[in-house]
Every structure is written in structure tokens, then in C-alpha cells.
T-cell receptor, first 114, second 112 residues
Framework: DAEITQSPRHKITETGRQVTLACHQT?????MFWYRQDLGHGLRLIHY???????NKGEVSDGYSVSRSNTEDLPLTLESAASSQTSVYFC?????????????FGPGTRLTVL | QKEVEQNSGPLSVPEGAIASLNCTYS??????FFWYRQYSGKSPELIMS????GDKEDGRFTAQLNKASQYVSLLIRDSQPSDSATYLC????????????FGAGTRLFVKA
């Protein structure tokens, strides 16, 4: 069955370290998204991609970067982790076109920055 | 003003009652609307989508859309304890490119 996976599921790191969160989907979806979820804020969009070599900034992109070298993967990199980036991170994908944009979410990565 | 607003709750209803969840949005050009359910510690999952004014029913769930009032709601009939979760309203906004904007969610508790 098609699925979307994230790794690691839990990560503890120190301030200033570079961290990369992996996202892999086998839906063959063109669109992929990274969100962070914090109490009181819901899901906030970090970066998104509509296809290979395409990346776009979301509303909270500062301190994060992504690259899309193939359809299946969209890794999220925290260049220099900060305590404010402690959060739960969700990756999602959706099929392109049609304006329906139903998103399928991965299980999430809980990141703690000490 | 937030782009998608929901009452954070918690909303508490007795088992068997109707739970009513509400959402307003600011982008008048939005065309697609979604309700996601998120259990504690889990990822969101889609339960309803609606694209035109009126009601859309799926089992115990009914989504209602009023574009003139920029309002979308979700009704859960015969609420069950298993419906206890956070419900996220999401709107596909055309402003600045097509992006889905999520509300902060409403926590629902169904008391047995």
C-alpha cells in the first residue's frame, strides 16, 4: 500500500546543531509539504514543493530549508537548531491539480532542541 | 485577523448528541474546504471535503458551506466517545498561490 513515512519519529538535539528530518512518500504525489504544529497555533506551513526541483517558502520558513531531487522525498533541514524550533513536524503530500488538494499526512516527528 | 478561525474549545457533548463545529475564513476567493480529525499524538486525517454551497453528508458527518458568509461547519450526529479528537478546518486559499491554510482546531470531548 502507498504510504508516507517520516524519520526519525523522535529527535533530541542541541542548540546550534544542524538537523535533517526525512519524509518519504510512495503515493507518487507531486505536491509535498512540511508543517509544524504547536499548541494554540495549529498546523503552520514551513515549506512546500509542487514537483522535482521546485520549492517554496511557507509562513514560517526562517531557519528551515528543503530540497526536492526526486518525487518521493522532501527532507527538511534546520540549519542551526534553536529552542523555538522545538515542535512536532508533519510532512504531507497531495496529488497535483484539480484544486481539491486533499493532503495525506505522515506520522510526525517530535523534535526537542535543548 | 487569522485566515482560518476556529473556536479552540474544548467542546463537550454527551454521547448521542449532535456536535457542531464552526470555522470562518478570510479569503473570499477560496474554493475548497476540508475537515481533518486528529487524535491525540496522531497525524491529521481527512474526514470531509466540500466545494459548493450547501450541505454534504457522509454517514454521521455533515459539512455545511456558506461562501457568502465565509463560514463552514461540521455536524457530527449521534456523537460517540471515539469521536473525541481535535477537528481542524482547512481552506485551500488562492492568495499567493494555492496553499492550504489550517485553523488551530477545536477539541471535542464526547462524554459516555
Amino acid at each position: 500500500d502507498a504510504e508516507i513515512t517520516q524519520s526519525p519519529r523522535h529527535k533530541i538535539t542541541e542548540t546550534g546543531r544542524q538537523v535533517t528530518l526525512a519524509c518519504h512518500q510512495t503515493w507518487n504525489h507531486n505536491n509535498m509539504f512540511w508543517y509544524r504544529q504547536d499548541l494554540g497555533h495549529g498546523l503552520r506551513l514551513i515549506h512546500y514543493s509542487y514537483g522535482v526541483q521546485d520549492t517554496n517558502k511557507g509562513e514560517v520558513s526562517d531557519g528551515y530549508s528543503v530540497s526536492r531531487s526526486n518525487t518521493e522525498d522532501l527532507p527538511l533541514t534546520l540549519e542551526s537548531a534553536a529552542s523555538s524550533q522545538t515542535s512536532v513536524y508533519f510532512c504531507a503530500s497531495s496529488i497535483s491539480g484539480g484544486g481539491t488538494d486533499t493532503q495525506y499526512f505522515g506520522p510526525g516527528t517530535r523534535l526537542t532542541v535543548l | 485577523q487569522k485566515e482560518v478561525e476556529q473556536n479552540s474549545g474544548p467542546l463537550s457533548v454527551p454521547e448521542g448528541a449532535i456536535a457542531s463545529l464552526n470555522c470562518t475564513y478570510s479569503d473570499r476567493g477560496s474554493q475548497s474546504f476540508f475537515w481533518y480529525r486528529q487524535y491525540s499524538g496522531k497525524s491529521p486525517e481527512l474526514i470531509m471535503s466540500i466545494y459548493s454551497n450547501g450541505d454534504k453528508e457522509d454517514g454521521r458527518f455533515t459539512a455545511q458551506l456558506n461562501k457568502a458568509s465565509q463560514y463552514v461547519s461540521l455536524l457530527i450526529r449521534d456523537s460517540q466517545p471515539s469521536d473525541s479528537a481535535t477537528y481542524l478546518c482547512a481552506v485551500l486559499s488562492s492568495t499567493g498561490g494555492f496553499k492550504t491554510i489550517f485553523g488551530a482546531g477545536t477539541r471535542l470531548f464526547v462524554k459516555a
